[in-house]
């Protein structure tokens, strides 16, 4: 597609439950980072992958959180036993190459109650 | 760790004025971008600054990056309006053994145009 695309745009679930968002990013675009953006706040990064493997996840809050990108084009943000300070809006930026030219979708807006 | 600050965090400003917001960041970078966020909307990249005493301008807004002062400054010249809203610097930081180029944002600064 012509942009990165995020699904869904907003997600409401209910505490403990499991959640996951999609990102699909520019074709042929390697790079590919989830950000999380608290309200108020500037993005946080959270992990990074460059084709199929996770080159950085040095962001993830901790281990109810993980993501996959198993054949190097769309990746799952998936989020177990969510908690209520897991609202946020969840960004995914992708790049053709590492460190140039990101571009960011428009994010899913996650809500726990 | 790389710390990147933006001030101020608000600003409100009549329409036909100047101003400039500021980010300064604590380790050394190669790469800073300026970014625009409209409510409830997605990053628009405005700028991406890349050495020392880069200046670039698109509009009403010029962007300029003193890496020996880790500081690059976005200046506005006579608000409009439709320049209401927020703005992100980042920053690239050096290599990581990771290698993920990662950016790290300010908070933002929200700017408000008043007619």
């Known amino acids: 597609g012509a942009g990165v695309s995020q699904t869904p745009s907003n997600k409401v679930t209910e505490k403990g439950k499991y959640v996951e968002l999609r990102c699909d990013p520019i074709s042929g675009h390697t790079a590919l980072y989830w950000y999380r953006q608290s309200l108020g706040q500037g993005p946080e990064f959270l992990i990074y992958f460059q084709g199929t493997g996770a080159a950085d996840d040095s962001g993830l809050p901790n281990d109810r959180f993980f993501a996959v990108r198993p054949e190097g084009s769309v990746s799952t943000l998936k989020i177990q036993r969510t908690e209520r300070g897991d609202s946020a809006v969840y960004l995914c930026?992708?790049?053709?190459?590492?460190?140039?030219?990101?571009?960011f979708g428009s994010g899913t807006r996650l809500t726990v109650v | 760790e790389l710390k990147v600050e933006q001030n101020p965090l608000f600003l409100s400003m009549q329409e036909g004025k100047n101003y400039t917001i500021y980010c300064n960041y604590s380790?050394?970078?190669?790469?800073l971008y300026w970014y625009r966020q409209d409510p409830g909307k997605s990053l628009e990249s405005l700028f991406v600054l890349l050495s020392n005493g880069a200046v670039k301008q698109e509009g009403r807004l010029m962007a300029s990056l003193d890496t020996k002062a880790r500081l690059s400054t976005l200046h506005i010249t006579a608000a409009v309006h439709d320049l209401s809203a927020t703005y992100f610097c980042a920053v690239v930081g050096a290599y990581s053994g990771a290698g993920s180029y990662q950016l790290t944002f300010g908070k933002g600064t929200k700017l408000s145009v008043i007619p």
């Open positions: 930026a992708s790049s053709l190459k590492q460190g140039y030219g990101y571009t």
């Open positions: 380790t050394t970078s190669d790469r």
